[in-house]
């Protein structure tokens, strides 16, 4: 069974940056596609970058251009670097396997990382 541990949240000021981990642990999972989700308060959980197990990559709109996607599977460790942050980047942001990229997430949920952008 596969466990995730998100990582590297926090509190930044708009247009700075932060990058979150996601270590898998129990089972490799470098053979998944694997997506960074987020929750807003009082939104639903949305796919916002996900990656293919050979690196190809796909990001939702609003995050295109700022926030990178990226694996190294000898650490079993997927990032999500995250640049020029806007407020409404404010969530909670989790890890998941995923059936494709851009797909639906599949297995046990991690506990997330706050991140928080002030205006």
């Known amino acids: 069974q596969v466990q995730l541990v998100e990582s590297g949240g926090g509190l930044v000021q708009a247009g700075g940056s932060l990058r979150l981990s996601c270590v898998a642990s129990g089972s490799t999972f470098s053979f998944n596609a694997v997506g960074w989700f987020r929750q807003g308060p009082g939104k639903q959980r949305e796919l916002v970058a996900s990656?293919?197990?050979?690196?190809?990559?796909k990001y939702e709109d609003s995050v295109k251009g700022r926030f990178t996607i990226s694996r190294d599977n000898a650490k079993n460790t997927v990032y999500l670097q995250m640049n020029s942050l806007k407020p409404e980047d404010t969530a909670v942001y989790y890890c998941?396997?995923?059936?494709?990229?851009?797909?639906?997430?599949?297995?046990?949920w991690g506990q997330g990382t706050q991140v928080t952008v002030s205006s």
């Open positions: 998941n396997r995923v059936q494709r990229i851009g797909g639906a997430p599949f297995g046990s």
């Open positions: 990656i293919s197990s050979g690196g190809t990559t």
